[in-house]
């Protein structure tokens, strides 16, 4: 099987490490009139990755099919594959003293990763400390690494209630999702302060997905994982 490796904004870097086990990437490269498309198959080529084959609801064709007028390769790989993902990161060591061990360190939350011996660290220190652009992070410094079990393709919007809290949707703010809203209310009933019922797992999902890509409606491929330990 292979390895893949993706960026992670730190939201979904936090909740992974919260224990979401999907994650959904736009399709590229559609027609402009993405309004029609649909997805109609996805295939593994002879070099065993996975497609997708978009039709035209204009362009139909017996017996029951569609025109392709697009397609777009798995960005997760097949099921069984590996993805590794890079994330916002630095290594913090003490640059007055050359045989000191330096740390990783992960910007999403500020935790601290495992010790370095100061050679190895030393290519990617700088004076400044400054943290550093995912793309940047090799493959031995990632702290998530997940088996794909499970890869198709679907509209945002059609996420159900269960895959956004896969997604992590709970991790996300109420805050964030409805500003002023209270995380206490006073029931008159009972005399008591309960909390609200609150966004549920979509809205927090699509706020978290809109404040990232943009509004509207788009396919996605998505993933469901098996988090390595």
């Known amino acids: 099987m292979t390895e893949h490796s993706m960026i992670l904004a730190p939201a979904k870097v936090r909740a992974f490490l919260a224990g979401a ?7 590229k490269d559609l027609p402009d ?3 029609i498309i649909v997805c109609s198959s996805l295939d593994l080529d002879d070099n065993g990755d996975l497609w997708c084959f978009f039709g035209s609801t204009d362009l139909p064709m017996d017996p029951g099919g569609y025109e392709c007028v697009a397609e777009s390769k798995s960005p997760f790989g097949q ?6 993902f ?10 007055n003293d050359p045989y000191s061990t330096a740390r990783l360190k992960y910007k999403a939350d ?4 495992r010790n370095l011996e100061f050679g190895e660290a030393s290519a990617y220190l700088d004076d400044k400390a400054r943290y550093k652009s995912p793309v940047t992070m090799p493959r031995r410094f990632s702290r998530i690494s997940c088996t794909v079990k499970r890869v198709w393709v679907e509209w945002v919007q059609e996420i159900s209630d269960l895959d956004a809290i ?3 949707a709970f991790t996300i703010p109420t805050e964030s999702v409805r500003p002023g809203y209270a995380e206490r209310v ?11 019922i609150g966004p549920g797992p979509v809205e927090r999902f699509l706020w978290q997905w809109e ?7 788009v396919l996605v491929w998505c993933a469901e994982f098996e988090v390595a330990k």
Do not use: S, Y
């Open 21 to 27: 086990t999907q994650h959904r990437v736009p399709v």
């Open 33 to 35: 009139n993405a309004d």
């Open 79 to 84: 099921p069984g594959d590996t993805v590794w």
């Open 86 to 95: 890079k994330e916002t990161w630095n290594i913090v060591a003490d640059h």
């Open 110 to 113: 500020g935790a601290l990763g």
């Open 166 to 168: 896969n997604e992590g």
């Open 186 to 196: 006073f029931d008159c009933h009972t005399m008591a302060i309960k909390p609200p």
């Open 211 to 217: 404040a990232t890509h943009g509004p509207g409606n």
